[in-house]
């Protein structure tokens, strides 16, 4: 019997594409370069900034420009966190029904705790949280199971009776690392990589309410 839920944020919780489009764009607009479409950088969105600039610029994590690239994205950001974000659809009513039935959730990302904190505010859900871990929180973030174990510990529950959700393979595998069934936000990014039908989950489910089922059954 599962007794807690864990979400990934980006791709899985929230659809936070169209701000970090819109913070992409901002970067491209200051270099006099043509913005980008969402759908071209959306599947890379659970990547954060490595992800936007790859997709937008071409230029990967060991370019010499790319450190500076970063923390300019980032800053940018960090004024844009939730204009257009919004919960997917079905979302607030799983999360309800959580509650309703004693079922603590939670939220463990890769985005840096002092960004997903204000999401997860702006989205009017940071007094219902038991937990947000942020990618900066643990030593080691996703995939090592480091931080989905800090969850769980913090709340009280044992991992094998707690569900992680997730739109990356990294979630599967930190998932599988720390010993908690997983199933893949299928709705969600994704990246470019193969199939999530390959990743080695439970489930992979298309939407929020296929997600409410997949939880009652257990």
Not at 39 to 53: D, E, L, T, W
Not at 60 to 89: K, Q, V
Not at 171 to 184: I, S
Request: overall charge negative; glycine content about 10%; some cysteine.
């Amino acid at each position: 019997m599962l007794e807690a839920v864990l979400f990934d944020l980006d791709g899985t919780l929230a659809d936070t594409a169209p701000d970090m489009a819109l913070t992409v764009n901002a970067m491209l607009a200051r270099r006099g370069m043509q913005a980008v479409p969402i759908q071209k950088v959306r599947p890379h969105v659970s990547q954060g900034a490595r992800g936007m600039i790859v997709a937008a610029f071409g230029v990967a994590s060991d370019h010499p420009d790319y450190p500076a690239m970063r923390e300019e994205f980032l800053d940018i950001y960090a004024g844009n966190l939730c204009i257009d974000t919004a919960l997917f659809p079905g979302m607030a009513e799983l999360l309800d029904d959580l509650e309703a039935r004693a079922i603590g959730w939670g939220v463990v990302t890769n985005k840096f705790e002092r960004l997903a904190r204000p999401v997860i505010e702006g989205l009017g859900l940071a007094g219902r949280a038991a937990v947000i871990v942020g990618g900066d929180t643990c030593a080691r973030s996703k995939p090592f199971p480091d931080p989905l174990l800090h969850a769980a510990a913090t709340m009280g529950v044992q991992p094998a009776r707690t569900l992680y959700v997730g739109d990356d393979e990294r979630d599967v595998r930190a998932a599988r690392a720390a010993g908690m069934p997983v199933v893949v936000a299928g709705y969600g990014y994704l990246g470019d990589g193969p199939p999530p039908s390959l990743w080695g989950a439970d489930a992979v489910v298309d939407s929020c309410p296929a997600l409410h089922d997949w939880i009652l059954q257990r």
